[in-house]
């Protein structure tokens, strides 16, 4: 019994040390087992409202990132210009790494290349199949300019037709001439100019202060959501010109792109296919919401412009045309000449 006695205690004593041992070290290896890595974010941004046609694409398509990657990826929208960039400035800050991704107007970007013009042209595409016809025909020309400029595209935001808001009504071309318009871009600048009215050529941040302090009493944009709410109160009157259906674009620094694993930018490619499939359907039902509302708010909407007016726009739209043809270029003019040429075959 005392030799059973040492041999009990070494025992007892061993068994201690080896469960203590493995406690331990399942302790230390427990931290490590369970560790997730941190999530990739991307700040990205937009100069419109959460509300608006490029607001809502980037919330889809952050929910579609993080769904398709389980939480890997975790895009972070702001809205309203609250990173501190403005359409025209999303390039460059996208490019220079001070936003990962984000949307930008496309005719805030005639200076970057005037391709991505073509899709605001006046009096061009203006219905939805129009519209996406342009876009498919130009994407790959939109996506080589944006590699130029450091970035990869991921999906277009089309919005509904540009009308002309004004804080009286446009009947007459006496009205018409009276106006000073926020344009959106070099093009829309030109042709209201040329239809007699002063113009100029303002981001949609930037127009809301003139409007408080009436140095512009009128806005060429569409009746879109939120960019909608910002305006009735200055503007109660919306004359249906239907000038163009406009793109936005959303990118994402190359570099950051590429950093991506195979996995990740397959899930990227698919999550963007599909916020772009859902930014075209949206345009289905988005009109006669934004009409809607914008009735319910006081907004006097005119359907059918004078034909006076109408007319002017139109003499304006044309001249305006041709001087973007001559400013893009042999390849840009071509687009046009083809697309321009598949419409009279579908007439």
């Given at each position: 019994m005392r030799l059973l006695r040492p041999r009990l205690a070494h025992a007892t004593l061993s068994f201690a040390m080896t469960a203590g041992l493995a406690v331990a070290t399942a302790a230390l290896l427990a931290p490590v087992a369970h560790a997730q890595p941190a999530p990739v974010v991307w700040q990205m941004g937009t100069e419109y409202p959460a509300t608006s046609m490029p607001g809502e694409g980037l919330t889809t398509f952050a929910q579609e990132v993080s769904a398709r990657t389980q939480?890997?990826?975790?895009?972070?929208?702001?809205?309203?210009?609250?990173?501190?960039?403005?359409?025209?400035?999303?390039?460059?800050?996208?490019?220079?790494?001070?936003?990962?991704?984000?949307?930008?107007?496309?005719?805030?970007?005639?200076?970057?290349?005037?391709?991505f013009l073509l899709s605001s042209l006046p009096f061009v595409a203006t219905s939805v199949d129009k519209a996406r016809r342009l876009a498919d025909l130009t994407r790959a020309d939109y996506a080589r300019a944006f590699e130029k400029q450091g970035q990869h595209l991921l999906y277009v935001t089309p919005w509904p037709p540009t009308g002309l808001w004004s804080r009286h009504p446009?009947?007459?071309?006496?009205?018409?001439?009276?106006?000073?318009?926020r344009a959106y871009d070099e093009t829309s600048a030109e042709v209201m100019r040329a239809a007699g009215a002063k113009a100029q050529n303002l981001s949609f941040a930037d127009a809301m202060p003139r409007l408080k302090d009436g140095s512009v009493n009128a806005v060429l944009s569409s009746g879109d959501g939120g960019a909608g709410r910002k305006l009735w109160d200055y503007l109660p009157n919306f004359t249906a010109i239907g000038y163009a259906m406009p793109l936005s674009f959303t990118t994402v620094n190359a570099t950051t792109w590429q950093a991506l694993t195979p996995a990740q930018r397959d899930a990227v490619t698919a999550a963007a296919s599909a916020t772009e499939d859902k930014q075209w359907a949206r345009l289905n039902t988005r009109l006669a919401e934004n009409t809607a509302r914008m009735r319910a708010n006081g907004v006097t909407i005119q359907d059918n412009p004078a034909p006076a007016v109408q007319q002017a726009l139109?003499?304006?739209?044309?001249?305006?045309?041709?001087?973007?043809?001559?400013?893009?270029?042999?390849?840009?003019?071509?687009?046009?000449?083809?697309?321009?040429?598949?419409?009279?075959?579908?007439?």
């Open positions: 939480g890997a990826m975790a895009p972070q929208p702001t809205f309203d210009a609250s990173a501190g960039f403005k359409s025209a400035q999303m390039p460059a800050a996208i490019r220079d790494g001070r936003l990962q991704a984000g949307d930008a107007f496309g005719g805030a970007l005639g200076e970057v290349d005037p391709i446009v009947g007459t071309l006496d009205d018409l001439r009276a106006l000073s318009v139109r003499d304006a739209g044309l001249s305006a045309v041709a001087i973007w043809q001559s400013r893009v270029g042999e390849r840009g003019a071509a687009l046009l000449k083809t697309y321009l040429s598949a419409e009279a075959g579908l007439r």
